[in-house]
């Protein structure tokens, strides 16, 4: 299984921005779809972004479209999620996943392999 690192949670107020990033290791990086979920404290984790092995194709809740992109260099192994117009209910643990040979994207918890660690993200109203 490939391995991943999240990093760049933290606080933010409403409104503004964060980045937070995924970095993998292990396995061909380009082989893997990649996911974003959140998790909050006595709730399922949810679907935030996926996007595919070449990042041509993306899929987002519907709940942060329009305000966070996800995006992907095979260069270097990452997928980032980029989060704009940050709210309240944005706060939650964020989770990178992977999923082998997927072309396309995945938005079920089951339809990832490997997952991150986890890292915080705060939104103060």
């Known amino acids: 299984q490939v391995r991943l690192v999240e990093t760049g949670g933290g606080l933010v107020q409403a409104g503004g921005s964060l980045r937070v990033s995924c970095a993998a290791s292990?396995?061909?990086?380009?082989?893997?779809?990649m996911g974003w979920f959140r998790q909050t404290p006595g709730k399922e984790r949810e679907f935030v972004a996926g996007?595919?092995?070449?990042?041509?194709?993306?899929h987002y809740a519907d709940s942060v479209k329009g305000r966070f992109t996800i995006s992907r260099d095979n260069a270097k192994n990452t997928v980032a999620l980029q989060m704009n117009s940050l709210k309240p209910e944005d706060t939650a643990v964020y989770y990178c996943?992977?999923?082998?040979?997927?072309?396309?994207?995945?938005?079920?918890?089951?339809?990832?392999?490997?997952w991150g660690q986890g890292t915080q993200v705060t939104v103060s109203s």
């Open positions: 996943a992977a999923r082998f040979g997927l072309l396309t994207t995945a938005t079920m918890m089951n339809d990832y392999e490997s």
């Open positions: 292990g396995r061909t990086f380009s082989n893997y779809a």
């Open positions: 996007i595919s092995r070449g990042g041509g194709t993306t």
